[in-house]
C-alpha cells in the first residue's frame, strides 16, 4: 500500500523530467552536478535527478524518504555523491554495523554532531550527552542539536538488517520530522518494501531497480582484466586489443552463467574474475590471437559450461598447465606432483565439513547402520584378549558358517538411536581427548540437525529436523548415504569401512 501511493509523488516527478513543456529553471540540475556524476555512478542519471530534486530542491523536500532496491543496485553510493554535491548538512549511519537498537540511535546522534561542527563553520553545536537508552531521548537530544539550524539530511543506510530491532523503531524514524522537527529529512535505505512497513501512507518512495544485460556490460567493461604476458615472451598486446576481447568475453559468461546464476553485479564480477586467467591461457601459450574470439570460445567451451567458478573457495586454484615428456609423465614423482597441483577440470570438494562435524556425522552413520551389540565389539579400547565372543575366539577371528543368510545392514537402511550412544561411538573414533556432550559439540551437532545431515526419527516427527536438539528423550537418525559419508570420512582420514558390520 505504502510504496503505490507514495510512488505517485514520483511520477510526477518523472513526468516533470520527460514532459516536453518549459521546465521551471529552480528546478532543473545544474550541468556541472550531472558532469560529476554521471561518471562514477553510470546507469543511474534518473535516480540523480529524482535525489537532487527531492533532497536538494529550495521549494520541497519531503521529510521522509524511503530509497528501496535489491543488493549491489548503487543506493548507497548514489546518495553518499548526491549529498556530497550538494550544500546541505547531512550524516549517514550505516545499521550494519549497529547491533543493538541504542547503538544505532548513540551513532545517530554522535554522527549529526560531528555532521553540524564540519558545516557550521567553526560554530560549535551545543553539548550533549550522547546517551540514548529508548526513542525518546533520541528525539529530545537531536532536538535539542537541530534548534535553530537549517536543514538537515539523516540517512539510515540498510535499515532492515538493524540487529536486534524493535517492531516500532522503523515507524518512529519516519515520524521523526513530525516531531518539532521540520528542519530535519530522513533517509531510509532498504532492500525490499513490505506492506504495512512504516504504518504511514503517502511517503515518496525511491526504486532502484536491478542492472540489466547491457547495463551491466556496460558498466563491467569500463574496467577490463589485464592481458598479463610471461616475461619471456616477445608479444606484447595494447589497451585496445584487450578491451576488445573483454568485452566479448563478459557477453559470453553473461549468457552461459550470469543470466540465471549470478544475483548481481558483483557476483557476475567475480565469476569473471575467476573465468578469465584459463580463458586467455591459450592467449599466453601464443597457440591464438586476442583478436582471434571465436577459436577461444571453442577452445574454453567446457569452461564456460561448468559451474565450479560459482562457489566461493577459501584457497584460489591455480590454472597452470603442466608440461613434461612422455617418459616422465608415468613416474610416481610426476604423478604425486599432479595430485597435489589443484586442476580446473577436478570438481570441486562438496563433502567437505569441519573437523568435529565430520566425526560426528560419522558416528550417526555407525550408529545408523551397525547393531547397538556390536558397540562394545567396534570401539572398544581394551586389549584383543579381553574382546572375547560368546562363542569363543577373539574378534579378529574368521566368521563362522552360518545356515541363514543375514540381510546387510546398509540394505535395511538407518536405524534410530539415541544421543547418548552417538557421543559415545564419538568419543570412541576422535582423536585425542574430548569432552562428549558439551556444550561445543552440541552445538555442532545441532548444525548438523539444521542442514538436515542427520533428521529426527520417531512418530510425529515428519523426517524433519524439528523439535529441540537438546531433548534426551529424542531418537535420530542419519540422512546421508553411504557414498557421502565415506567421502566425509576420506575428508578427515578415516577408515569408516572398518567399522561397519555386515
Not at 377 to 388: G, Q
Request: positive net charge; glycine residues 8%.
Amino acid at each position: 500500500m505504502g510504496p503505490e501511493v507514495g510512488g505517485r509523488l514520483v511520477i510526477c516527478y518523472r513526468r516533470l523530467f520527460s514532459s516536453g513543456k518549459k521546465r521551471n529553471p529552480d528546478m532543473e540540475l545544474p550541468d556541472e552536478l550531472l558532469l560529476s556524476l554521471d561518471d562514477p555512478i553510470p546507469c543511474r542519471e534518473l535516480q540523480v535527478q529524482q535525489l537532487h530534486l527531492l533532497l536538494g530542491s529550495t521549494h520541497y523536500h519531503p521529510q521522509t524518504l524511503v530509497i528501496h532496491g535489491v543488493e549491489a543496485t548503487a543506493k548507497t553510493l548514489t546518495i553518499r555523491a548526491v549529498l556530497k554535491a550538494i550544500t546541505i548538512p547531512s550524516a549517514i549511519v550505516r545499521c550494519r554495523e549497529c547491533i543493538t537498537t541504542r547503538h544505532l540511535l548513540e551513532r545517530a546522534i554522535t554522527s549529526t554532531n560531528e555532521a553540524l561542527k564540519q558545516k557550521g563553520g567553526g560554530e560549535q553545536p551545543p553539548e550533549i550527552d550522547g546517551r540514548c537508552e529508548s526513542i525518546s531521548a533520541f528525539v529530545v537530544q537531536l532536538e535539542h542539536l537541530l534548534k535553530g539550524k537549517g536543514r538537515f539530511i539523516l540517512v539510515f543506510d540498510g535499515i532492515d538488517r538493524q540487529r536486534e530491532a524493535a517492531p516500532t523503531l522503523l515507524p518512529a524514524l519516519a515520524r521523526l520530522g513530525e516531531i518539532k522537527m521540520p528542519n530535519l529529512a530522513v533517509v531510509l535505505v532498504i532492500r525490499t518494501p513490505r506492506a504495512h512497513l512504516l504504518h504511514r501512507t503517502g511517503l515518496p518512495y525511491l526504486h532502484f531497480p536491478p542492472y540489466t544485460r547491457d547495463e551491466t556490460l556496460s558498466i563491467l567493461s569500463t574496467s577490463p582484466m589485464p592481458l598479463i604476458m610471461p616475461e619471456k615472451s616477445h608479444c606484447t598486446y595494447n589497451d585496445e586489443d584487450t578491451a576488445w576481447l573483454w568485452q566479448r568475453f563478459l557477453a559470453a559468461a553473461w549468457e552461459s552463467l550470469g543470466q540465471g546464476a549470478a544475483r548481481d553485479i558483483i557476483s557476475f564480477r567475480r565469476v569473471c574474475e575467476k573465468l578469465w586467467p584459463p580463458f586467455i591461457q591459450p592467449v599466453l601459450e601464443g597457440l591464438y590471437g586476442p583478436k582471434e574470439f571465436s577459436k577461444l570460445l571453442v577452445k574454453n567451451r567446457a569452461l564456460l559450461q561448468s559451474e565450479s567458478a560459482m562457489a566461493d573457495n577459501i584457497v584460489t586454484p591455480t590454472h597452470t598447465i603442466l608440461k613434461c615428456k612422455p617418459t616422465t609423465c608415468e613416474s610416481p614423482l610426476f604423478l604425486l606432483a599432479n595430485l597435489q597441483e589443484p586442476r580446473l577440470n577436478r570438481p570441486l570438494a562438496s563433502h567437505t565439513l569441519p573437523y568435529i562435524p565430520s566425526h560426528l556425522l560419522i558416528a550417526a552413520y555407525l550408529a545408523s547402520h551397525n547393531p547397538p551389540k556390536n558397540d562394545i565389539t567396534l570401539f572398544s579400547k581394551a586389549s584383543l584378549s579381553k574382546r572375547r565372543k560368546r562363542r569363543g575366539g577373539t574378534a579378529l577371528t574368521p566368521h563362522r558358517a552360518y545356515k541363514h543368510r543375514k540381510i546387510s545392514h546398509r540394505v535395511l537402511g538407518p536405524q534410530a538411536f539415541v544421543l547418548e550412544r552417538l557421543f559415545a561411538i564419538f568419543h570412541a573414533i576422535v582423536e585425542g581427548v574430548m569432552k562428549a556432550g558439551g556444550a561445543d559439540v552440541m552445538c555442532q551437532f545441532a548444525t548438523l540437525v539444521g542442514l538436515r545431515l542427520v533428521v529426527r526419527a520417531g512418530a510425529g516427527s515428519g523426517g524433519g529436523g524439528a523439535g529441540d536438539v537438546l531433548e534426551g528423550g529424542g531418537k535420530w537418525r542419519v540422512n546421508v548415504g553411504y557414498e557421502f559419508a565415506r567421502e566425509v570420512a576420506r575428508g578427515v582420514r578415516f577408515d569408516v569401512d572398518s567399522y561397519i558390520m555386515e
